[in-house]
């Protein structure tokens, strides 16, 4: 019961306050394409909020399995695969974009980004802006892949991650409508969007598991948004809608996602320096009547 209130808690607090604040500042004629009307709406530090008013005051559960310590020493390899792994999902989607015929090679368009900058100075400046970003996007992973993903169906991790990666794409769907962007085909568009976003929880949880901290995920998250797709909109929005672009840059996802499910990853015991939660979770036997 206990869990079962905080579950409620908290994605009322999350859903609440952002679609009210994201709603409101539409209804005040900002666009949420806006950056600092993004900052402002709250939608990234809700969930964190939320998180910590249900685990210190509702179930008084405590931060014990949050994941917050860096363990940069043990974990250095999984914050440089969350650093570099949106770039190479881009470099992999424009790839396949051009193989496909899809796509004319070439990076003229980040000359553009910030004028009187290169192409290869924007790129190296993106790149040391994402790691300084991630206590930003904490605030989503501190809340989704921290707490809900844990609480969500115990003993159950991939259930729980899609779970998650579902309720977290759900809470983005008022942005099409609010200025964020436009689907030309508002079914198809969220539906792509819905499949980029389980992909996307299936490594953040990966990345979670196996290095024992939030903040792997969280530069991650940076990647995602900064990297992946600032460069894949940039790059083919041109040519393509919103739907079209989404879908190439989540089709490297796609493929990766696939090998952590098909090679048995949610099924193995992290290392030590998971997190005992995260460790029980992952290896507790499930009932056969259970399914995944």
């Known amino acids: 019961m206990s869990r079962l209130r905080g579950l409620v808690t908290y994605l009322l ?64 390899r999984h914050y440089l695969a969350a650093w570099l792994g949106p770039l190479a999902f881009t470099a992999a989607a424009v790839g396949l974009a051009a193989l496909l015929g899809l796509w004319r090679p070439t990076l003229a368009p980040l000359n553009h980004v910030i004028p009187g900058l290169p192409w290869w100075a924007f790129l190296a400046v993106l790149m040391l802006v994402v790691p300084l970003l991630a206590p930003l996007y904490w605030g989503e992973e501190f809340g989704w892949t921290s707490y809900l993903r844990l609480r969500i169906f115990p003993g159950r991790p991939l259930a729980a991650t899609l779970a998650t990666g579902l309720i977290w794409a759900i809470w983005h769907y008022p942005l099409p409508f609010l200025g964020y962007f436009e689907f030309g085909n508002v079914a198809l568009g969220l539906l792509v969007w819905t499949v980029s976003f389980l992909c996307q929880e299936i490594i953040l949880t990966w990345l979670r598991l196996r290095s024992g901290s939030i903040w792997t995920t969280s530069v991650a998250h940076a990647g995602n948004n900064m990297t992946l797709s600032l460069l894949t909109g940039t790059l083919l929005g041109s040519t393509f809608g919103a739907t079209t672009v989404i879908a190439v840059a989540t089709a490297p996802m796609a493929v990766v996602a696939g090998w952590i499910l098909l090679s048995g990853r949610y099924q193995s015991t992290p290392p030590h320096t998971a997190d005992r939660a995260d460790r029980l979770q992952v290896s507790a036997p499930r009932p056969a009547s259970r399914r995944w």
């Open 13 to 76: 607090i999350s859903f609440g306050v952002t679609w009210t604040v994201e709603i409101t500042a539409r209804l005040l004629g900002f666009s949420l394409a806006n950056a600092l009307v993004q900052l402002a709406s709250l939608g990234w530090i809700a969930p964190a909020a939320a998180a910590i008013i249900v685990r210190r005051w509702v179930t008084r559960e405590g931060f014990a399995d949050a994941g917050l310590a860096l363990r940069i020493r043990t974990a250095w």
